[in-house]
């Protein structure tokens, strides 16, 4: 039987690492070189909110912590104990760390896609998408291997938490990341996750951005969206 170790969340040093990667994000958006409307500039304003959303959970999550938080919002709370809050806030932590990742993910896999279709690479697989795209823009290919290994948690999170596929050793940085066929993954705790997004952002978001500058505009198809609000 596989033992999975459940990591313990510092509510406060984890608030205190997300406003951070905000702050990387917003700085990166603010000395873009590109138009409002370029993928280029926007991809760091739509993590800005995904990252903002989830801060927000957590600070919300300390009211799950006391009792008295559900009697006041009109919920039965007779039968909570201390046990009950426990597994409540991390049900309710767990969660949306996973819609925290899968958004992300998307953002990303967006702004490959958005940039791959002007330098005529863009694939119907990301995976495929992205080494286009790389070889393209003539970046190392071994930095693939990052994406490989978000993407494989990604996979895994479509299967319960578990890997499905081949047994595969992906190594990067000098860290061996095992996905075993038919075994729970260990790399998707909120830690490796806000990892993996900083590796991403610096190791292929930035280097794509540099290194397709001969594109004046890379335009953000959300842009050209209009809405009309009816009461």
């Known amino acids: 039987m596989q033992k999975i170790n459940e990591e ?47 801060l927000l959970i957590i600070i919300l999550s300390k009211s799950l912590q006391k009792k008295s938080w559900f009697s006041e919002n009109g919920l039965k709370s007779d039968n909570i104990n201390d046990e ?23 953002q990303f896999e967006y702004f490959f896609r958005l940039v791959a279709i002007e330098f005529n690479c863009e694939n119907r697989n990301i995976g495929t998408t992205v080494k286009n795209l790389l070889s393209s823009l003539q970046i190392d290919l071994k930095i693939y291997d990052l994406w490989k290994i978000f993407s494989h948690i990604r996979n895994c999170m479509h299967n319960g938490g578990f890997h499905n596929n081949p047994d595969e050793i992906i190594k990067y940085k000098n860290i061996e990341y095992l996905f075993v066929k038919g075994n729970a993954i260990t790399y998707s705790s909120v830690k490796n996750i806000i990892y993996f997004i900083e590796e991403i952002i610096d190791n292929l978001i930035i280097p794509i951005i540099e290194k397709s500058q001969n594109k004046d505009l890379i335009q953000h198809t959300y842009t050209k969206l209009t809405f009309e609000y009816t009461e």
């Open 84 to 106: 009950c809050l426990k597994i409540i806030n991390s049900s309710f932590t767990n969660s949306n760390k996973d819609k925290f990742f899968i958004s992300s993910f998307v």
């Open 8 to 54: 313990k969340i510092d509510g406060e040093l984890l608030i205190e690492q997300l406003n951070e990667l905000i702050q990387k994000n917003s700085n990166l958006m603010n000395n873009s070189i590109y138009q409002k409307i370029d993928c280029r500039k926007l991809v760091f304003q739509f993590l800005i909110s995904e990252i903002q959303n989830y």
